[in-house]
């Protein structure tokens, strides 16, 4: 009733404001030109009036079009928009104080029923784009969260808090993708373009954030997700899952803390291909991003997460021979990168800070298309190589396509598969070592090499001999001479 009052007295206001404007227009007019008010009022002074009428009904049917849209919508125990689910009309608990897990339960049956036409993949149902609201609440929930049938996609949630309550398994995860075991979807896929974005997500150290298995197209967008034990975002099978713009840590800290020795669990763990992790912040775990699917892009992630001198690790490729992941542009602060027996890797235009440095470890032996160029490394002058092997498993057998090379350092020391050398000297020999550069031990495939001998000589020279990453220049006759020779480890 008030609604309806007042939308009777803006019509009124508005029609009044009308006729005085008009009025004003028309008085000013023949003030001005008085014979002009007797054309008006002749010709036209019928047309105008019709005319003035015609504006005042529609700004009037506008105002009451507005007024009626300004109505509040019911907000009784389960109403929606017809793509809209609000959690608290199920129920929830908008204060964190009482357990949300039904009534987010309702909310995803509710919203799971809905349908509309698209080009999703086979067996996978068009929910639309229904949204699932949180209304900026924290909500309290005992048991993971998954939908009541797998199959289905084109949804979103967002805009809220979920944190687990002190019961909550401690090895579920507050926002899980499974398949329930009574679904009958005939998709090879549980589930396709599901989004999650603007939520934050607390474990309260009782397992992990978001499990997404075997699910197409998935998207993780300004997500922050903290007190995880297990995996911040674990990700098994399927295909391109997206994870943007977020943050996560085990710990709340900005670095420095003191209980970094302790941090445990994964932030990101990708045990699929063809994902991607773009501008996102990992300040607190054991391991900031696990990779052990192929094909996977890692872009602006900046890790401070347990340092490596404690024992973590920023990213760590655990993908032995089928690596095939990029990064780029990343910051490393303080804690590095590990790559198990590294095929086709590209670590590109990276910051390594705080004697920070890449692990190319052994597994079989294998490396073969690396590329490592162009990074910065940044340490303390304590003689810490940029690039180390770990052939505790047994030493790199099978080198192909490794280019390690264009990399500087401040307070490190510069390792790579490209060097270049000189020496000088009046005799028959001259010796270049590489052993300082070089990384691996007793390689180099490839050499080019040039003697420029003083005093108009011109001896017979060749390379001797290639061991223990030394290259010996020997000529026919004592001459004083510059050696100059390049050399590749990777064929």
């Not at 922050?224 to 098994?236: D, E, P, W």
């Not at 713009?245 to 709340?252: A, D, V």
């Not at 002058?381 to 790199?396: C, R």
Request: with cysteine; net charge negative.
């Amino acid at each position: 009733m008030m609604a309806e009052n007042m939308a009777r007295r803006r019509s009124a206001f508005a029609f009044a404001f009308i006729r005085l404007v008009s009025c004003l227009m028309v008085s000013s007019v023949y003030g001005e030109y008085p014979h002009l008010g007797q054309i008006f009022r002749g010709h036209y002074g019928e047309q105008m009036q019709k005319s003035q009428e015609f504006k005042a009904s529609v700004f009037r049917r506008d105002l009451v079009s507005l007024a009626a849209s300004s109505v509040a919508p019911s907000t009784q125990p389960g109403s929606s928009s017809p793509r809209g689910y609000s959690v608290t009309s199920y129920g929830a608990d908008p204060t964190g104080n009482t357990d949300s897990t039904d009534a987010f339960m309702s909310a995803l049956a509710d919203a799971v029923q809905a349908s509309g036409d698209g080009v999703l993949m086979e067996g996978i149902t068009n929910l639309g784009g229904a949204q699932i609201s949180l209304e900026g609440g924290n909500y309290m929930i005992s048991h993971p969260l998954r939908f009541p049938t797998a199959g289905v996609g084109n949804i979103v949630i967002h805009g809220g808090t979920l944190h687990a309550s002190d019961d909550f398994p401690t090895d579920g995860y507050l926002i899980d993708l499974s398949a329930p075991s009574s679904s009958k979807s005939s998709s090879s896929y549980n589930f396709e373009y599901v989004t999650f974005r603007d939520l934050m997500l607390d474990s309260n150290y009782r397992g992990g954030g978001i499990l997404v298995p075997n699910s197409l197209r998935t998207s993780i967008d300004n997500c922050y997700i903290a007190h995880f034990t297990s995996n911040g975002i674990l990700v098994q099978g399927g295909h391109e899952t997206y994870i943007r713009n977020s943050f996560l840590g085990q710990h709340i800290t900005a670095g420095g803390d003191p209980g970094e020795r302790n941090f445990s669990g994964t932030a990101i763990n990708l045990m699929g291909n063809d994902n991607a992790v773009t501008d996102v912040v990992i300040f607190s775990a054991a391991i900031g991003i696990m990779v052990s699917g192929q094909a996977n892009v890692i872009t602006g992630v900046h890790c401070y997460n347990k340092a490596t001198g404690f024992g973590g690790t920023g990213i760590y490729l655990k993908s032995p021979g089928n690596t095939q992941t990029r990064i780029l542009n990343c910051y490393l602060d303080y804690t590095g990168i590990v790559s198990e027996d590294p095929v086709q890797i590209d670590i590109s235009n990276c910051f390594f800070l705080g004697d920070a440095y890449i692990v190319l470890k052994s597994i079989n032996g294998v490396a073969n298309g690396v590329n490592i160029r162009n990074n910065m490394f940044s340490g303390s002058n304590k003689g810490i190589d940029i690039l180390q092997l770990d052939q505790s498993n047994g030493p790199f057998k099978e080198i192909d396509q490794v280019v390690i090379d264009a990399n500087n350092a401040n307070g490190m020391t510069v390792r790579s598969t490209v060097a270049r050398g000189s020496a000088q000297g009046n005799g028959t020999s001259w010796t270049v070592d590489f052993n300082s550069t070089l990384l691996f031990p007793d390689l180099i495939n490839y050499i080019q090499y040039s003697l420029r001998a003083s005093g108009g000589s011109f001896p017979n020279h060749c390379v001797r001999n290639v061991s223990r990453n030394s290259v010996v220049v020997e000529s026919d006759v004592a001459v004083s001479a510059s050696v100059f020779v390049m050399v590749e480890q990777g064929k």
